[in-house]
């Protein structure tokens, strides 16, 4: 079975904190994703890598970076974390092509922002 | 622009009955339409999954119909269970990047 780790289940962070949220697969997937969830708004893409060292915008990048510096691994990180960044995050791994569509996801790291 | 409009927000079933959950699609590209179940505190995990070339496809109690024309599909839980309690997101992608973008999720409960 496809397994991915992320590092912490619960995070508490204080505003303007630098919060890593790390992300391990064991699959040799080449793509990787962070989402984030919110209640009511579903699961909005962040940033995504289909390489190690390659990444690609989603539709929220605003106040995250990632890196990926190894293909299992896969790192979000808030440069300067604000309360509005309060919410589930997800991590993801799939294989190439159309099979892309088919994401294996993490238990997710509930973060909270005070 | 919400590309996957999904409905409804939330919905209530007695076991045994049909839940159905609709989702309704922008971009035309789209060739690749998964589902994934989500129980709390779990990660989303893929249920069943639909190409635009077929209209039905079943798998156990869960059911995929496809209306490529109107460019909406939806997801029927036959003789629904309490186990099935969850929240479901319908996905597309396609257009070459394959990236899934999500419906906004329902919420499902199934009463005993």
């Known amino acids: 079975d496809v397994k991915v780790t992320q590092s912490s289940r619960y995070l508490v962070k204080r505003t303007g904190e630098k919060v890593f949220l790390e992300c391990v697969q064991d699959?040799?997937?080449?793509?990787m994703f962070w989402y984030r969830q919110d209640p009511g708004l579903g699961l909005r893409l962040i940033y995504f890598?289909?390489?190690?060292?390659?990444?690609e915008k989603g539709d929220i990048p605003e106040g995250y970076s990632v890196s990926r510096e190894k293909k299992e691994r896969f790192s979000l990180i808030l440069e300067s974390a604000s309360t509005n960044q309060t919410s589930m995050y997800l991590c993801?791994?799939?294989?190439?092509?159309?099979?892309?569509?088919?994401?294996?996801f993490g238990q997710g790291t509930r973060l909270t922002v005070v | 622009q919400q590309q996957v409009k999904q409905s409804p927000q939330s919905l209530i079933v007695q076991k045994g009955g049909i839940s159905i959950i609709n989702c309704a699609y922008e971009n035309t590209a789209f060739d690749y339409f998964p589902w994934y179940q989500q129980f709390p505190g779990k990660g989303p995990a893929l249920l069943i999954a639909i190409r635009p070339d077929v209209s039905e496809k079943k798998e156990g109690r869960f059911t995929i119909s496809f209306n490529k024309s109107a460019k909406q599909f939806s997801l029927h839980i036959m003789d629904s269970q309490p186990g099935d309690s969850a929240t479901y997101f319908c996905a597309g992608g396609g257009g070459g990047s394959y990236i899934p973008t999500f419906g906004r999720g329902t919420s499902l409960i199934v009463h005993p």
């Open positions: 699959m040799d997937h080449e793509n």
């Open positions: 993801a791994s799939s294989l190439p092509g159309v099979r892309k569509t088919e994401a294996f």
């Open positions: 890598s289909y390489d190690v060292k390659m990444k």
